[in-house]
């Protein structure tokens, strides 16, 4: 039988995942990948504790993350295309510019 | 039964899509392996009688994130290798350190919280979609006009940002345009 804890070992596993990702990337469209993993993952655990409880507010949250994620990618990606033009590239060290 | 055997296989599926898009050098890679993935969590819904976030998840991620991602593809050079280069070694110990902490706390949460009461429970013989929607429109109808508004600021910028000058790097230089009356 299917847990809630097995549920929220998964998630904590796949956040682990976005969170190396997070950590040993530097092109920043890899960055933006590891981000919707960590989003996703943190989904997974809401409807999970949704389910697991009898209670809707999980499921509606894990709503307003996944529009929250849409309009980032959007203004995400503008900026990065924006960056892109200007520096040739979408490496965190071209960011780099004061270098502290 | 059914149950435990889905659970296992969508995990297994998961977490192996996810680590390709977190280990892969290739950046096409990295993007099917997300867009995989999206649609195996998609797959949780369904199991936790979320049809309704499920379809969405598909729609949403598979279907608009990633067609962006794709689309800002085109921009970057997606054919050469990413270059990876770890400098500093303390941040990465200290990420590491809060994210095993935050681990351990949202493992604990359901031991800690026993008497929790649900604030909005199901009704007998309503359907997950109609739940959503009576939740929805009642309880959290500020939220939503919130979340349409933040959609269309994200829309507007995403244009402005992304086609500003633009038709000045897709449209042929004057120059270019003499070269090729000359070959003419």
Redesign the interface.
Known sequence: ??T????????????????????????L??L???T??LL?AV???F??V??Y?????G??F???I??????????G??????W??RNGS??L?SLQMMKG | MY??IA?YIF?IL??GM??I??MSKN?LY??SA?AG??IF?SG??FI???E??GV??IV??SG??MA??A???M??DTTRD?????RSKK??YT??TL?AI??VV??C??LVSEN?Q?????IENVGNVQ??GL??FTK?LV?FEL?AI??L???I??????S?RMDE?LAIEEDDLEDIKELR
Do not use: C
Not at chain 2, 157 to 162: F, K, R, T
């Open positions: 039988m299917i809630l804890t097995h549920y929220l070992i998964l998630t904590a596993l796949l956040f682990a995942v976005g969170l190396v990702g997070v950590m040993r990337r530097t092109n469209l890899m933006f990948f590891s919707e993993i996703n989904n997974i655990g409807v999970a949704s389910h409880y009898g209670d809707f507010t499921q509606l894990a709503f307003f996944i529009a929250v994620a849409a309009s980032e990618v959007a203004v990606l503008g900026l990065l295309i924006l892109y033009k979408v490496d060290n | 149950e435990v659970f995990s998961t977490v996810f680590g898009v977190v950046a990295a993007m997300l993935g999206m969590i949780f819904f936790l009688d979320a309704f976030l969405v998840q949403v991620y608009a994130i962006l991602y689309f800002g593809m921009f970057f990413v270059s990876e280069k770890m941040i990465a990420l590491s994210s935050l681990i949202i493992l949460m359901p929790i649900a604030s909005y429970p199901a739940m959503v939740i929805l959290y939220p979340a933040m959609l600021v994200a829309m910028s995403g244009i402005v940002l992304a500003k790097h």
